[in-house]
């Protein structure tokens, strides 16, 4: 998130643009596994970014972030990164 509240709005504003993908059940036991997994790699994860990871493997959708955290994931997940 941004704590400068124009800059959020901005954000916020511009990926309206984009269309939501559901998140089903199967995403969220598909995100535990993801964590189970990824912690004993030794990586640590957020619940949000399981979720991410899970969806976009379901989807088929690449991740489009700079959190160099994905990264990490990326080494165990089936996903793959948007790179610019």
Known sequence: ???DKERYEKLKSKLR???NEPTLDV???TAAEYSNLCRSKGI???HADFL???VA???KF???TVDKDFDN???YLPISLYKL
């Open 1 to 3: 998130g941004y704590s």
């Open 17 to 19: 643009y984009f269309p």
């Open 27 to 29: 995403d969220y036991e």
């Open 44 to 46: 640590q994860g957020s």
């Open 52 to 54: 991410i990871c899970a």
């Open 57 to 59: 493997a379901r989807a």
């Open 62 to 64: 690449s991740i489009f």
């Open 73 to 75: 994931y990326a080494q």
